[in-house]
């Protein structure tokens, strides 16, 4: 059996060189390759919520993949429907999102090991979304770095893009270059396999299948179509020209600017110096002059023209019609939009991007800043999330399902969701408006720090401020202390984060850990209980967080819940006899 390592190397080299496939199917019997999806899934967000079969990563062993992969051999492995639940959305509506089972995951996993191999050599450099080193922040990057003078943005949003991809032009895509119609017909069934609700069946005819591990790589598979269509035929169509020709105006003040140098007169060097200034030096209607620019992340992307408009109506013309005749989509009229981008601000993953236009701003003597991009932090943005934090009449949120845990938690909750907002605003120049946000946070925390010990929050405040020591000098946080059964301190902070600028600051999607899941596969293959050290029924016992354990006393603890304390994992090698121990203890409990 060959290691999951060669097996995937074999699929990238594929291809870079564009070899077809023609027997896929068959690594889908590799034990290696569903032990290395175990390990990249089993800790993920909702693993541990059960499909239409109850069935989670608890109890997981390798009997269990030897049984799913029987059942693929023989060709009667069949895709259960999902269970569809609701979420909210920011506009008050819900989204909806399917719940596959723990082993339509597990193989949706090793599908994906297989096509992302395969495909992520071919895919285009301006595809950045649900790729291994690549994220928003490169996106954003792309477009900072290289869109220099753009005129107009075409902002482009496919209406209900996963809900809307075609199976058949799905199926259309992969046969073109794997050639296993066992592999097909596997992907098939997973797009046709339905979901339930109250639990009535519901067939799906369309779209990504919702809450699938496959649903990422299946839509950029889909949707390199469109890179590839911007590439091929709009880029070279709309780009022309080496430079602008000099603008006359320019000239001409130019020559003045040298006349009058020569004369020795500085006060009208001075003077044209200034009106020089403010014109442009290259001509904005060279008709020979055109670039086009594009960037995508997931079924979001945006356009960079550098022409009239009426051109920018073609190019967004020419879009919706590719995106309707060949992939069966259409775009969103109400949010597919065109944008001067000197005078207005378009939106992009959450960013305001512009173009930077100051004639007053110079180094040397010449305009440094005129054409730039500008990424910001949009204001709405900032006081939308405010208001997440604050109850009625603008007092701060006191956060009832906090307020019955422990001061660690409260102060790590508030931290982690304020570092995720800056790290994922550090590309913007105006970062420094989330100091709002950072207040009213910081209010909300300390008010239901106060809930929790009914003390005014003054209290709170002098209890838990602190400082702390960053690259840009000593800054004022607050802190909590947690000392853990096994004896660690763990230590808890909300702010304390520069809210300075970072060019490299970066925000990767598929950014793995490189020993994610190898400990739990090392610790399965030696087959021996974590426990009794017995290997009669060796499985895998899974918690989904490890905060469940506190509510056990240190002191009645049993021996599973001081063990996973001790090793700080949600995972325990057990066997068979003490599984079902544990669960009959935490039943009785």
Known sequence: MQSADTVLGVLRDRGRQGLPLERLYRQLFNEQLFLVAYGRIYANDGAMVPGVDGATPDGMSLDMIRSVIALLRAERYRFAPARRVYIPKKNGTRRPLGLPTWTDNLVGEVVRLLLEAYYEPTFSARSHGFRRGRGCHTALDEIASTWTGTTWFIEGDIADCFGSLDHEVMLAILAERIHDQRFLRLIAGMLRAGYLEDWRWHATYSGAPQGSVISPVLSNIYLDRLDRFVETQLIPEY???????????????????GYWRRKGDRDKVAALRKIQQSMPSGDLHDPDYRRLKYCRYADDHILGFIGPRREAEQI????????HEELKLELSSEKTLITHARTQRARFLGYDIRTKHNDRVRHDGKRTINGTIALDVPPEVVN????????????????????????YNIVAAYGTEYRGYVQYYLLAGNINWLNKLRYTMEQSMLSTLAARHRRPPWLMRARHEATVETPHGKRRCFEAVWHSPSGRTHHARFGGIPLRRNKKARLLDGH??????RQLIERLGKGICELCESTEGITVHHIGRLIDLNRYSPKTAPAWVRAMQRQRRKTLIVCARCHADIHHRSNAQ
């Open 239 to 257: 780009t022309r020209g080496e430079v602008r020709r000099k603008n006359p105006a320019y000239g001409a003040v130019t020559a003045n600017i």
């Open 316 to 323: 967004k013309a020419r879009l919706a019609s590719f995106l």
């Open 384 to 407: 939308e999330k405010c208001r997440t934090y604050l109850r009625g009449h603008g007092k701060p949120l006191i956060r009832n399902d906090l307020v019955r845990t422990s001061d």
């Open 512 to 517: 793995w850990p490189s020993r994610r899941g």
